[in-house]
T-cell receptor, first 112, second 112 residues
Framework: DVKVTQSSRYLVKRTGEKVFLECVQDMDHENMFWYRQDPGLGLRLIYFSYDVKMKEKGDIPEGYSVSREKKERFSLILESASTNQTSMYLC???????????FGAGTRLSVL | GQQLNQSPQSMFIQEGEDVSMNCTSSSIFNTWLWYKQDPGEGPVLLIALYKAGELTSNGRLTAQFGITRKDSFLNISASIPSDVGIYFCAGTRLQGAQKLVFGQGTRLTINP
């Protein structure tokens, strides 16, 4: 079974803090994705990566950066957390061959 | 970014009832996926569709890839309490596309 693991289920941070969200997948997938999910807005793509050290902006990259130093790990970084970044963050991975994305359990981030 | 038009946005039904939801697009899609998200969890793939007209079942769930390739339908028969959650459609417009386009979700609530 594909496993996508997000390091934290719940996080509480203060405004201005630097926040790291970590995601690891065990299926040797080339592609990895970060989404945020807000009520009424569905899933919105923040960044994705199709290879180690490669990244592309999604629909809402402002205020975020990413890092992919190893194939299995994709990190989302909030350089200076703000209250409007309070949300559910979902990581996903997929292979180059099939479009199906497999999701982690999510990290619910609260920025106070 | 583009989103698929998913309806209804929410459904309140009695246990045992059948459920229907659909997704439409203004452009042709090559792949349709249906996911379910349990409260507080990440989305899990239910059904994947790859050919126009394809009808695929997974237990009490049945999904169809529309003949026009611009829509897809998901039906749940004889609903049970564990069917509660948010159902998302997703798809790709191009063969081998890496990014998915998502619907905004249908929230299903069941009265026992």
């Amino acid at each position: 079974d594909v496993k996508v693991t997000q390091s934290s289920r719940y996080l509480v941070k203060r405004t201005g803090e630097k926040v790291f969200l970590e995601c690891v997948q065990d299926m040797d997938h080339e592609n990895m994705f970060w989404y945020r999910q807000d009520p009424g807005l569905g899933l919105r793509l923040i960044y994705f990566s199709y290879d180690v050290k490669m990244k592309e902006k999604g629909d809402i990259p402002e205020g975020y950066s990413v890092s992919r130093e190893k194939k299995e790990r994709f990190s989302l970084i909030l350089e200076s957390a703000s209250t409007n970044q309070t949300s559910m963050y979902l990581c996903a991975s997929s292979s180059q061959v099939i479009s199906i994305q497999y999701f982690g359990a999510g990290t619910r981030l609260s920025v106070l | 970014g583009q989103q698929l038009n998913q309806s209804p946005q929410s459904m309140f039904i009695q246990e045992g009832e059948d459920v229907s939801m659909n997704c439409t697009s203004s452009s042709i899609f090559n792949t349709w996926l249906w996911y379910k998200q349990d409260p507080g969890e990440g989305p899990v793939l239910l059904i994947a569709l790859y050919k126009a007209g394809e009808l695929t079942s997974n237990g009490r769930l049945t999904a169809q890839f529309g003949i026009t390739r611009k829509d897809s339908f998901l039906n749940i028969s004889a609903s049970i309490p564990s069917d509660v959650g948010i159902y998302f459609c997703a798809g790709t417009r191009l063969q081998g596309a890496q990014k998915l386009v998502f619907g905004q979700g249908t929230r299903l609530t069941i009265n026992p």
